[in-house]
């Protein structure tokens, strides 16, 4: 089946724990991204990478890695966790814009609380 | 700055009527928009998209209009179904920004049996 996986889907952690949330999608998609769901703010895109060993900020990078060393996989590193990165959090890939989007496909999500 | 706004945070219709949905933007840079549907502990899936170059595309129930003069565009379903009750988002890019898509806030609608 055709999907993107993250892992893990639930995740409680404390100020200043580094954490890696996983992103793999079988699609052999270019493109990969991360995004935040908050109240009131809709989906904000954090980092997107075009393809392997290229990545890019999005609108609100700050405080969070990405690395994309293979096509399939496109980790989501937080260094140093505060309580303002809780949050629903997005990974999604795409066969990229060729003449119209194709559109992200996105995972189930992964819950995020930091204390 | 949101570049992408919903300003309707939800929506009630009943079935069988029309739903409605709107989206303006800022950026005229911006080539392509596109829907999502969102169901409760459930990413995102996409719904219908539209280019700049056009002004409406069908699929089956769901139409998406597109005013550039306006920086506006619009989702109709036709008729709505309860098991239509979910968020929507619009989001739009610029072509040459593969990969940057930007959101709106979302609109959260229910569709009343």
């Known amino acids: 089946e055709a999907q993107v996986t993250q892992n893990p889907r639930y995740l409680i952690t404390v100020t200043g724990k580094k954490l890696t949330v996983t992103c793999s999608q079988n699609?052999?998609?270019?493109?990969m991204s991360w995004y935040r769901q908050d109240p009131g703010l809709g989906l904000r895109q954090i980092y997107y990478?075009?393809?392997?060993?290229?990545?890019d900020k999005g609108d609100v990078p700050e405080g969070y890695k990405v690395s994309r060393k293979e096509k399939r996989n496109f980790p989501l590193i937080l260094e140093s966790p505060s309580p303002n990165q809780t949050s629903l959090y997005f990974c999604?890939?795409?066969?990229?814009?060729?003449?119209?989007?194709?559109?992200?496909?996105f995972g189930s999500g992964t819950r995020l609380t930091v204390v | 700055d949101q570049q992408v706004k919903q300003n309707s945070p939800s929506l009630s219709v009943q079935e069988g009527r029309i739903s409605i949905l709107n989206c303006d933007y800022t950026?005229?840079?911006?080539?392509?928009f596109l829907w999502y549907k969102k169901y409760p502990a459930e990413g995102p899936t996409f719904l219908i998209s539209?280019?700049?170059?056009?002004d409406k595309n069908e699929d089956g129930r769901f139409t998406v209009f597109l005013n550039k003069s306006a920086k506006h565009l619009s989702l109709h379903i036709v008729p709505s179904q309860p098991g239509d009750s979910a968020v929507y988002f619009c989001?739009?890019?610029?072509?040459?920004?593969?990969?940057?898509?930007?959101f709106g806030q979302g609109t959260e609608l229910s569709v009343k049996p």
């Open positions: 999604a890939s795409s066969l990229g814009y060729t003449g119209t989007p194709y559109g992200y496909t």
């Open positions: 699609m052999n998609h270019e493109y």
């Open positions: 990478s075009m393809n392997v060993e290229v990545t």
């Open positions: 950026n005229s840079m911006f080539d392509y």
């Open positions: 539209i280019s700049s170059i056009k």
């Open positions: 989001a739009a890019s610029e072509d040459n920004q593969g990969g940057k898509l930007i």
